[in-house]
């Protein structure tokens, strides 16, 4: 079943809304898949997303939800140190398909054949560990509570490189009533004022 603080966040909006949606209603899905599902099914959401110009034209948000720094990570062990994009370009680096951390890294015009994708963080992790890649590229927080799950310590893991410090929220099918998410976004507000995310984000850090 979905966990996380993204999770918990959605879901104490939805029960301040009266609205009963719980954790088994979500579905977990390949990103690649759902990112391309989202701007082709209306009545779908898709979470969490980077806030993005790009994907702001196609796409409707509501939160943010959680702040994000996307980064290049690697083991602590393999002492890699990276200062500029020339650096990375030296490396094989680890991307879930179609994920910020994919876009923000062939946006430095590192070779694709450089670039080995997966579907999704857990995959992402093995190949790190197996040395398949030297580094990956995602959401730092994200990233290391999936290192979490696996029974490992994510502290043998570092940010070499910061590609992106933004927000994630919540994405909807262009299509999606704006009366309706503007209820969404009120929650969500709400929560932010009274200290809910808060209390939930220190809960998984």
Same mark, same amino acid.
């Given at each position: 079943?979905?966990?996380?603080?993204?999770?918990?966040?959605?879901?104490?909006?939805?029960?301040?809304?009266?609205?009963?949606?719980?954790?088994?209603?979500?579905?977990?899905?390949?990103?690649?898949?759902?990112?391309?599902?989202?701007?082709?099914?209306?009545?779908?959401?898709?979470?969490?997303?980077?806030?993005?110009?790009?994907?702001?034209?196609?796409?409707?948000?509501?939160?943010?939800?959680?702040?994000?720094?996307?980064?290049?990570?690697?083991?602590?062990?393999?002492?890699?140190?990276?200062?500029?994009?020339?650096?990375?370009?030296?490396?094989?680096?680890?991307?879930?398909?179609?994920?910020?951390?994919?876009?923000?890294?062939?946006?430095?015009?590192? *070779?694709? +054949? #450089?670039?080995?994708?997966?579907?999704?963080? @857990?995959?992402?992790?093995? &190949?790190?560990?197996? %040395?398949?890649? /030297?580094?990956?590229?995602?959401?730092?927080?994200?990233?290391?509570?999936?290192?979490?799950?696996?029974?490992?310590?994510?502290?043998?893991?570092?940010?070499?490189?910061?590609?992106?410090?933004?927000?994630?929220?919540?994405?909807?099918?262009? *299509?999606? +009533? #704006?009366?309706?998410?503007?209820?969404?976004? @009120?929650?969500?507000?709400? &929560?932010?004022?009274? %200290?809910?995310? /808060?209390?939930?984000?220190?809960?998984?850090?």
């Amino acid at each position: 079943m979905p966990t996380g603080m993204a999770v918990d966040i959605l879901l104490a909006a939805f029960r301040k809304l009266g609205v009963g949606v719980t954790a088994a209603d979500i579905n977990i899905v390949p990103w690649n898949r759902s990112y391309k599902y989202i701007q082709k099914k209306p009545g779908t959401a898709l979470f969490s997303m980077t806030y993005t110009p790009d994907r702001e034209k196609i796409m409707k948000f509501v939160g943010p939800s959680i702040p994000s720094v996307i980064s290049v990570i690697a083991p602590k062990k393999s002492n890699i140190v990276a200062h500029t994009a020339s650096d990375l370009s030296q490396l094989n680096i680890g991307v879930v398909r179609d994920d910020i951390g994919d876009q923000l890294v062939r946006n430095l015009a590192v *070779s694709n +054949d #450089a670039i080995k994708r997966k579907n999704s963080t @857990k995959q992402l992790f093995y &190949l790190l560990k197996s %040395g398949r890649v /030297d580094v990956v590229a995602y959401a730092v927080d994200v990233f290391k509570n999936a290192i979490k799950k696996t029974g490992e310590d994510p502290n043998q893991y570092e940010e070499i490189f910061i590609l992106k410090k933004g927000q994630l929220g919540y994405a909807f099918h262009n *299509s999606t +009533d #704006a009366n309706a998410l503007a209820h969404l976004q @009120k929650a969500i507000d709400e &929560l932010r004022t009274d %200290g809910t995310i /808060d209390k939930i984000i220190a809960e998984y850090r």
